[in-house]
């Protein structure tokens, strides 16, 4: 069955940088795009970035453009999430997505606090 297990979370300060990845099984992770998706409290879940099949063409949320940067290995199914200049509202669960499905499949998620 699919699984995607993310990693790499933790409490860091404000300015300061953190590594996500997310590793994935189950199914052909070469063949599909990947996105990371991020949910703060009391607010809803949104798009972060999402890199294409071959890792050729990144997009970003306006909020993260020039900060992170998403990238894949796709020798060893695993996404990942560089995160720089880390700001508090960055402070949320992160989760990486893979559509295989409406709406897709999701890891169990990875807690980012970034403290001013």
């Known amino acids: 069955q699919v699984q995607l297990v993310e990693s790499g979370g933790g409490l860091v300060q404000a300015g300061g940088s953190l590594r996500l990845s997310c590793t994935a099984s189950g199914f052909i992770f070469s063949g599909y795009r990947m996105s990371w998706y991020r949910q703060a409290p009391g607010k809803e879940r949104e798009l972060v970035a999402t890199?294409?099949?071959?890792?050729?063409?990144?997009t970003y949320a306006n909020s993260v453009k020039g900060r992170f940067t998403i990238s894949r290995d796709n020798a060893i199914n695993t996404v990942y999430l560089q995160m720089n200049t880390l700001k508090p509202e960055d402070t949320a669960v992160y989760y990486c997505n893979a559509p295989l499905r409406p709406g897709g499949y999701w890891g169990q998620g990875t807690q980012v606090t970034v403290s001013s």
């Open positions: 890199i294409t099949s071959a890792g050729g063409i990144t």
